[in-house]
């Protein structure tokens, strides 16, 4: 009796003092030496300015570290985990102090490629993003002030500071350092790329091929998500969420107006095999799903998008362009 006693006792103070496990690094280890990848057009212009790996390096450590957190549980990879596509594989995932995240986490590729950030688009330049999720009181629920206080007492992060940036951390040098190692994670050449920009006819098979025509033609995906990164960078109402009991305004928090209720980000299509589940709130599971979603016209509401109607799709239609989407997210050969 005393044994088990002692077992169950092990069992329950080992379930309530678990840590989450935290997400390891495994980018190899020089990935900002890697070239902007093939198809995703002309690199930004911080891409081309010299890179300063020591910046990078900084970054790097800063967002795998929990320190950034209000109890030491949550680092930025927590919800855009590498294996994940830097993406979050819960709808809402957990925060720092037992809270959830508003929203699903997007994943950080080619966010060097990005006008707006955040669904809603509040942020206005990866350097404001960045810092955004820190004093968050729903993601790592620390005061920025805080968090430079932990950098600058901290001897290893002090002495990095100082040689990147000839200084102790600050909110500008905090956010650069985040941003200029996200602005490095990028995803291209995949198959669709050498297909459509390398001519190579066999990097897709009959059905994938049959997927990015109709993508291009009656499935009209190209009207939002259009571009190297299948994104136009604009807010759309496409009815995800008007179902739930108070719809999210998304855009309109944003801008005050009323033509942009219900709108959010287009999302890249690349990496989505790794990136599930979909949509701002996480509540689309699999790629068939969102294919369904599309095929009924999105969610009617008083705000839909006109660009959404239903789609005169057959099932092998839809198949093949769940084909064609899971070809983004293959690696070029
Ligand atoms: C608790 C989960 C969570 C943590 C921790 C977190 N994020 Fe996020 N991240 C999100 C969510 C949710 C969004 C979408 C925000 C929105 O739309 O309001 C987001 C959005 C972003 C975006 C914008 C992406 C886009 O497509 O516009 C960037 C960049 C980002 N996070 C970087 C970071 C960095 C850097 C950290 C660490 C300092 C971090 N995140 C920590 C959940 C998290
Ligand atoms: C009217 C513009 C528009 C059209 C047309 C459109 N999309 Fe979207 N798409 C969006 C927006 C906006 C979102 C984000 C919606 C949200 O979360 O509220 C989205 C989200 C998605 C997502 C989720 C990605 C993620 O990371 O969560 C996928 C996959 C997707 N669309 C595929 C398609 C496909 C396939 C088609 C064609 C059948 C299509 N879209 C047509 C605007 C559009």
Redesign the pocket.
């Known amino acids: 009796m005393k044994l088990v006693c002692a077992v169950l006792m092990a069992v329950l103070v080992g379930t309530v003092t678990a840590q989450p496990v935290l997400p390891r690094d495994t980018l190899p280890e020089r990935f900002w030496e890697a070239p902007w990848p093939f198809g995703l057009g002309k690199p930004p212009a911080t891409w081309e300015s010299p890179v300063r790996p020591d910046r990078i390096a900084l970054g790097r450590a800063l967002f795998f570290d929990p320190l950034l957190s209000i109890d030491r549980t949550v680092s930025c990879a927590s919800c855009h985990r590498p294996e994940a596509g830097f993406?979050s594989p819960e709808a809402l995932p957990p925060g720092a102090a037992g809270k959830r995240a508003l929203r699903?986490a997007?994943?950080l590729f080619n966010r060097a490629l990005g006008v707006h950030f955040s669904?809603d688009g509040k942020a206005k330049t990866l350097e404001q993003q960045v810092v955004m999720p820190i004093s968050n009181p729903n993601e790592m629920d620390l005061p920025l002030e805080d968090a430079l206080g932990r950098l600058r007492a901290d001897a290893g992060y002090k002495r990095q500071f100082k040689a990147a940036y000839g200084g102790e951390a600050t909110a500008d040098t905090l956010a650069d350092a985040l941003a200029g190692f996200v602005g490095r994670l990028t995803l291209g050449d995949s198959p669709v790329d050498r297909f459509q920009g390398a001519r190579d006819r066999n990097a897709l098979n009959v059905e994938e091929r049959a997927g990015l025509w109709?993508?291009e033609s009656k499935?009209?995906?190209?009207?939002?998500?259009s571009g190297p990164n299948f994104s136009?960078e604009?807010?759309?109402?496409?009815?995800?969420?008007v179902v739930d009991e108070k719809p999210e305004p998304?855009r309109m928090a944003v801008t005050g107006k009323a033509a942009d209720r219900?709108?959010?980000?287009?999302?890249?299509?690349r990496g989505?095999v790794q990136?599930a589940?979909?949509?701002?709130?996480?509540s689309?599971k699999t790629?068939e799903e969102?294919?369904a979603f599309?095929?009924r016209g999105?969610n009617k509401n008083p705000s839909l998008?006109p660009?959404?109607v239903p789609?005169d799709?057959t099932d092998e239609d839809a198949s093949n362009?769940v084909a064609f989407?899971k070809a983004l997210s293959r690696a070029g050969r």
């Open positions: 993406a699903n997007p994943s669904w109709i993508y499935g009209r995906c190209w009207t939002c998500h136009d604009l807010f759309h109402n496409t009815g995800v969420g998304g219900g709108g959010f980000r287009t999302p890249t299509l989505l990136s589940p979909y949509m701002h709130d996480g689309v790629l969102v294919v599309y095929r999105g998008d660009l959404l789609l799709l362009l989407l």
